[in-house]
């Protein structure tokens, strides 16, 4: 696993994002172990409660599990998911933000649908 | 109570006050992390806890018994100073020995493994050792003392880059492992921030900061843009530093925005980091409320 950590967002956050982005990606197939809280401390320097934190919000929504003993699994259907959940985020992440900056440049909405077909 | 409390900790040194009224609990199976600028008292106060010196007035308790001149409770901390209490011709071996003589239990495989990842011979005089080989050494024996709480002042004073990282590795490692509470003073906030669990900052003598560091970093902002309407979005908000470039101001801001004032386009609000927060509060403009 890659961590690429920025200083503008809590840890634990970051943590939860970058192991979903890791599920979504398939790099942790469902079904699969991810690292454990200790090994992603340790490699990364990340005070042991802040990883678990962020292990936690993964539980809460149902991506990740917990096998007592052993550690944490990739649930099925977790990639589904995400993909799920980011096609929710994608209109009001994405679409509004780059309707914004068009309006900004003066792009119509015909050039606008021009640029993505061109794009696409 | 339980852990460590000072109380109203004062601390003299001729007619300079170091520390005035130091409050603070340290609970067990934390990562602390102890800041303030040279001269702050962070020595003074860790050397007061671990009874090496005496306060002018207060008092420590570790799980409600006093820990001055008390063995039993003086047996569960340990502390890493900078300053160099081995004897040059002492051999690293021995220093072990007396280490275990002192606090029992000295893990001595454990001691093996770290200076075989540090790449440190102990059958060499500690009068031999650089700078940063004694902070080594110093590290090993306290990741190693069987004791509850550890405190390290300065403890990547001299090592390069690569010895920092390692130790870092070592400590979350120990820590998980143990459930040791550590207490650590440093300069390199930015390394071991996100290793930290609470922070206490200590300015002039006093605590300014106690709490976890995620919730201290919650309302902690960088507000930037046009100068005029970075002064307009933050009158009355506590600002603890500035920093300016042509027109374009960032004011820091170190407690809650307030949520019913419209931000314009032009103004961005950002988070700041534990380092950039601790220079903030610590220059001698900035000031809590």
């Keep these: 696993m890659r961590f690429n950590f920025n200083s503008s967002e809590p840890i634990y956050l970051q943590v939860a994002q970058q192991i979903q982005d890791a599920i979504f990606t398939k790099t942790y197939a469902e079904g699969e172990q991810i690292p454990s809280t200790t090994e992603i401390s340790r490699d990364f320097h990340i005070n042991p409660a802040t990883v678990l934190k962020g292990m936690n919000l993964l539980v809460a929504d149902g991506l990740i599990e917990k096998k007592r003993g052993i550690g944490m699994f990739v649930v099925e259907g977790a990639q589904g998911k995400i993909v799920e959940k980011r096609r929710e985020f994608f209109y009001q992440d994405e679409v509004v933000k780059l309707i914004s900056e068009a309006k900004k440049l003066q792009i119509s909405q015909e050039e606008l649908v021009d640029l993505i077909k061109r794009g696409f | ?289």
Excluded: W
Aim: net charge negative; proline share 2%; hydrophobic share 40%.
């Design chain 2, 1 to 289: 109570m339980d852990g460590i409390v000072a109380k109203e900790i004062k601390k003299n040194f001729s007619k300079k006050t170091v520390l005035e009224n130091i409050n603070l609990q340290i609970k067990p199976g934390k990562i602390y992390g102890l800041l303030g600028r040279n001269g702050a008292g962070k020595s003074t106060l860790l050397s007061i806890i671990a009874n090496r010196i005496f306060p002018n007035e207060g008092n420590v308790t570790l799980d409600g018994s006093t820990v001055f001149e008390n063995d039993e409770a003086l047996g569960k901390i340990y502390l890493m100073s900078e300053r160099n209490l081995y004897s040059n011709s002492s051999k690293l071996r021995q220093l072990l020995n007396t280490t275990e003589l002192l606090y029992g239990d000295f893990d001595y495989n454990y001691a093996q493994k770290l200076a075989n990842i540090f790449e440190l011979d102990l059958n060499q005089k500690f009068g031999k050792l650089s700078t940063g080989y004694r902070t080594i050494f110093k590290l090993i024996i306290s990741l190693c003392v069987p004791v509850k709480y550890v405190f390290l002042d300065e403890p990547v004073l001299g090592l390069d880059a690569n010895h920092r990282e390692l130790f870092y590795r070592e400590l979350v490692d120990n820590y998980v492992k143990t459930g040791k509470t550590f207490v650590i003073s440093t300069h390199l906030i930015e390394e071991i921030a996100n290793s930290l669990e609470h922070v206490f900052v200590i300015r002039d003598g006093k605590v300014i900061v106690d709490g976890d560091v995620e919730d201290v970093l919650e309302n902690a902002y960088l507000i930037s843009g046009p100068a005029k309407e970075v002064e307009q979005y933050t009158v009355g908000l506590n600002v603890i530093g500035q920093e300016t470039l042509g027109n374009i101001q960032g004011n820091y801001v170190f407690g809650e925005l307030d949520g019913e004032r419209i931000l314009p386009d032009t103004v961005t609000v950002e988070k700041m980091d534990l380092q950039k927060l601790f220079i903030n509060l610590t220059n001698a403009r900035g000031q809590l409320k």
